[in-house]
T-cell receptor, first 111, second 115 residues
Framework: DQQVKQNSPSLSVQEGRISILNCDYT??????FLWYKKYPAEGPTFLIS?????DKNEDGRFTVFLNKSAKHLSLHIVPSQPGDSAVYFC??????????FGDGTTLTVKP | DGGITQSPKYLFRKEGQNVTLSCEQN?????MYWYRQDPGQGLRLIYY???????QKGDIAEGYSVSREKKESFPLTVTSAQKNPTAFYLC??????????????FGPGTRLTVT
């Protein structure tokens, strides 16, 4: 049973608009929730995280929202730029140091 | 400058041969991880190690082996027992001290093709 699900394999938005990427999880015991960005044939790079005790964390154009009652995580990118085009993975961590990743959402930002 | 290196970037092997993928980090991180990515899928955890001389199986450890003799190094051996070894392999490391979300730092990956 998949613990982390990204139900949208792809998302296309216009430059300057908001991109919203979504992630659902099944286990209430996760401590941290993270987003990574990945370009083809490269390793993922860490983008932003949120603790389970918070509901929002912001870093520049990137904001992550956590809805614990719905077991739902979202990443907002505003304004979207063509350089944001990549695959975005959400991941969940426990204090044991193990991460579980979703299958990813491919974001395309059109100029 | 600090980071994680994986070598080589592309690796080709014949079926039935064992192959070892290299992963080195100079970030002074205690934890290291190996993942496998297949087309259209996420990252699946093969093995991880939180301290030198100790490691645990991940979700898909069958057909793989690792060692952690040094803090900086976490090589992965893909054995002939792995049924579908062709994939993109990613190594990562993470710090374990202090207040941290456990974010992982990834190497550039090794694409292994077995024919």
């Amino acid at each position: 049973d998949q613990q982390v699900k990204q139900n949208s394999p792809s998302l296309s938005v216009q430059e300057g608009r908001i991109s919203i990427l979504n992630c659902d999880y099944t286990n209430s015991m996760f401590d941290y929730f993270l987003w990574y960005k990945k370009y083809p044939a490269e390793g993922p790079t860490f983008l932003i995280s949120i603790s389970s005790i918070k509901d929002k964390n912001e870093d520049g154009r990137f904001t992550v929202f956590l809805n614990k009652s719905a077991k739902h995580l979202s990443l907002h990118i505003v304004p979207s730029q063509p350089g944001d085009s990549a695959v975005y993975f959400c991941a969940v961590n426990t204090n044991a140091g193990k991460s579980t990743f979703g299958d990813g959402t491919t974001l395309t930002v059109k100029p | 400058d600090g980071g994680i290196t994986q070598s080589p970037k592309y690796l080709f092997r014949k079926e039935g041969q064992n192959v070892t993928l290299s992963c080195e980090q100079n970030l002074n991180h205690d934890a290291m991880y190996w993942y496998r990515q297949d087309p259209g899928q996420g990252l699946r955890l093969i093995y991880y190690s939180q301290i030198v001389n100790d490691f645990q199986k991940g979700d898909i450890a069958e057909g793989y082996s690792v060692s952690r003799e040094k803090k900086e190094s976490f090589p992965l051996t893909v054995t002939s027992a792995q049924k579908n070894p062709t994939a993109f392999y990613l190594c990562a490391s993470a710090g374990t001290g202090g207040v941290s979300a456990g974010e992982q730092y990834f190497g550039p990956g090794t694409r292994l093709t077995v024919t």
